[in-house]
């Protein structure tokens, strides 16, 4: 396990980067920090912020998460909740942020579980209020089972555990004996001080020695309650309006609840339901709604049918019809952006997204446009067609594109083929289920790919390509999973369904399932035997062309495990060859691994160093993990027979870091586990055990890119 004695080395974690400046909160934010820090003697193992929408609690949450950062070894982990609608997912949300590229078929949460037992890791669960009763299983389950384990939650309400810390946020304070018309003077408060910095950013700047002006601005952040989404809201209005206008506006016409029959929740509530300051906020929503132009309060409705976010390119795509004209989106896309209705996305350029609140209120509206479904369907129908095309090109240079867009739109992937599945079209449905199922096999969501393929073949859809493509898929899951027996059966249904369909090449797709669930069970002349019967055909471009690919490479991983490192090589060269021709990065990085085992077999160890180094590189550009952490075993073995025992150490180290994270060490292969320990006695032998302990915990340490960096390098840093 990692060192904790010393703090984060990597600064591991995915916090995103702060965009605007933090405003006030300094007694939150120090209670936060110390309830969060397990030094400070007040620390609690669940901590809560809770308060009304727009208050401010993610922003607080990180500030807090980031300054404690350093006590946390093993990292600080954003899990954002809002993006997911179907119960049952928060677990694996939370595996999919720890970057757990699990490959078994055990309850996530245990997988989960057993990757953080005895790690010192924070993890940050923003936005569970639709989701509670998840939310609580799921911490519960964790807080339990991983000692070192901290857990901080952002919602409206909070869980109801027992040891639950619960840090109730409040508006921002307005009144500092500003401008209350009394001539009494005092510092501004917080609300005062975010309002006028968000009015700079407007190009409506407040002195500190304009009174007048300062007066005004107390007033509109006292009739908007300190709400800051509130006040940002209003204060973006400045670059069309005078502080004055903003000030005469809202007192003429903040509209009431009763006002906006687009929020429907708020007028089926019954009186006193909602917190009188959530009434505030959805209120101050709606008056900016209607200082939207009609076209921007259009692509606002519009634009809430995203889960995730979004680029102005598919908004285009989804959002355009009618009067909205596809030329006119990003422009309003642009005036949305300069009013803060929509957001830059803080990592990702080029790329948007929406608040939950603000997103609420355009569903509200797209809803009482009678719109919803139509956008929503539109919204299911782009993503298949992505999904189609992704599959077309899969086997080609466009690859890693395909790869970084499917991590990126991860949760609109996930709604669409949710909203797909719902749909009496099962033709549809599993044309859909294929397509990504495959994709998500091969970019990481083993879980996800399981589950939407077996839902939409448990239909019993008709026969054609999509079906095909679908049991080819799930056999391929069952395979990396580890679930043999399944993947047998599978093999079965997917030649079935090729033999009907009339595809040469989906019939030597189907080959793949059974010879690499043969060659993983150590029935390894069985599997050469079913493999190399299999006709080389011209290879494709698309899914079922790397399936193609994957073929010879099952048959080279079981000659070089049988020992034929000859002949294995060959078939992996030849695989390298038609990788590089088409382009792809997936089958070429397998065929560099195995090229290196070869070499290192017939005892050419440069040659095996570098092919080793070459594949780790080529399996990150994919996040492969489980194909970087076979190929760090195979590095780290012909690193020792070069004499540098303490390198292949911390590789070792590494490479136990990168099989936790996969679930399954050498994909409980007996050959690939048989070759690991017998590296690591050899590099035992040769160090002493002291030694060796300290060289492997400095690999472990490592985050997954400190990790695959040293690797990649010649040398190691060293």
């Known amino acids: 396990m990692p060192d904790t004695t010393h703090p984060n080395p990597g600064n591991l974690g995915n916090l995103p980067p702060e965009t605007h400046s933090f405003v006030g909160r300094r007694d939150e934010l120090a209670l936060l920090q110390a309830l969060l820090d397990p030094g400070s003697g007040q620390a609690g193992r669940l901590v809560s912020v809770v308060g009304v929408g727009g208050v401010g609690k993610t922003r607080l949450a990180l500030r807090a998460a980031a300054g404690v950062r350093d006590t946390f070894p093993d990292g600080v982990w954003l899990t954002e909740l809002s993006p997911l609608h179907t119960p049952g997912l928060v677990d694996l949300a939370v595996m999919e942020t720890l970057r757990l590229a ?201 634009l809430s049918v995203f889960t995730g976010g979004f680029c102005a390119e598919t908004a285009q795509q989804v959002c355009a019809g009618g009067p909205l004209a596809p030329e006119r989106i990003p422009g309003l896309l642009a005036r949305l952006v300069a009013q803060s209705i929509v957001l830059p996305d803080p990592v990702i350029s080029a790329r948007y997204r929406m608040l939950d609140t603000v997103r609420e209120y355009g569903t509200d509206w797209l809803y009482a446009l009678g719109e919803e479904r139509a956008v929503r369907r539109r919204h299911r129908e782009h993503y298949a067609r992505l999904a189609h095309q992704g599959c077309a090109e899969w086997n080609t240079g466009r690859q890693v594109a395909w790869c970084e867009r499917l991590l990126s739109e991860h949760a609109d992937f996930r709604a669409a083929v949710e909203s797909a599945l719902a749909e009496p079209d099962r033709t549809a449905a599993v044309e859909m289920a294929g397509h990504v199922g495959f994709l998500w096999r091969h970019c990481g969501y083993l879980r996800e790919a399981q589950a939407c393929l077996d839902q939409a073949l448990a239909a019993d859809p008709p026969p054609g390509h999509g079906r095909t493509l679908a049991l080819w898929s799930r056999g391929a899951v069952a395979i990396l999973q580890g679930d043999q027996e399944a993947a047998a059966n599978w093999a079965v249904r997917c030649t079935d369904a090729a033999r009907e369909q009339g595809s040469p090449v989906a019939m030597v797709a189907a080959v793949y399932v059974r010879g690499g669930q043969l060659a993983l069970t150590s029935r390894l002349a069985e599997a050469i035997d079913v493999l190399a019967a299999a006709p080389q055909l011209l290879i494709q471009d698309d899914a079922f062309g790397a399936a193609q690919l994957q073929v010879r490479l ?158 990649s390098s010649r040398s190691g840093g060293q």
């Open 102 to 302: 699990d490959q078994s078929t055990r309850p996530v949460i245990d997988v989960i579980a057993e990757w953080a037992h005895g790690k010192r890791l924070l993890l940050v669960l923003d936005s569970c209020e639709h989701l509670l009763a998840d939310c609580a299983k799921v911490a519960a389950a964790l807080l339990a089972r991983a000692p070192e384990l901290r857990i901080l939650v952002t919602s409206r309400e909070r869980l109801a555990l027992p040891g639950e810390e619960v840090l109730h946020l409040e508006p921002l304070p307005v009144d500092g004996g500003i401008g209350d018309g009394t001539g009494e003077s005092a510092a501004a408060g917080d609300a005062v001080t975010l309002f006028a910095e968000r009015a700079a950013d407007a190009g409506r700047p407040l002195s500190e020695d304009d009174v007048a002006g300062r007066a005004v601005a107390a007033a509109v952040c006292r009739r908007l309650d300190g709400i800051p989404l509130a006040l940002e809201l209003a204060a973006a209005r400045l670059a069309d309006l005078t502080l004055d206008q903003l000030h005469d506006r809202l007192g003429e016409r903040l509209p009431s609840p009763s006002d906006l029959p687009s929020t429907l929740d708020l007028l089926t509530s019954a009186p006193g339901e909602r917190p009188p300051r959530h009434q505030t906020l959805r209120t101050a929503i709606g008056w900016s709604h209607e200082l939207c132009a009609p076209l921007e309060r259009l692509l606002w409705a519009r």
């Open 554 to 711: 099952a048959l080279s991983l079981a000659l070089v495990l049988r020992g034929e490192y000859g002949r294995g090589r060959e078939v992996a060269d030849e695989v390298r060859t038609a990788s590089r021709k088409q382009g792809e990065y997936w089958c070429g990085a397998y065929a560099d691994y195995l090229i290196a085992q070869a070499d290192l077999g017939r005892g050419d160890i440069p040659a095996a160093v570098r092919g080793a180094r070459t594949s780790i590189a080529g399996h990150a550009l994919l996040h492969n993990t489980a194909g970087a952490a076979m190929s760090l075993d195979l590095l780290a073995a012909a690193v020792v027979a070069t004499g540098d025992a303490h390198r292949a150490a911390r590789l070792l180290g590494i490479g136990t870091r990168l099989w936790e994270l996969t679930g399954r060490a050498q994909m409980d292969s007996p050959d690939l586990i048989a070759t690991r320990r017998t590296c690591e006695l050899r590099v035992r032998e040769r160090l002493g055990d002291a030694a060796y302990g300290t060289g492997y915990r400095q690999g472990l340490a490592m985050s997954y890119d400190e990790g695959i960096a040293y690797a």
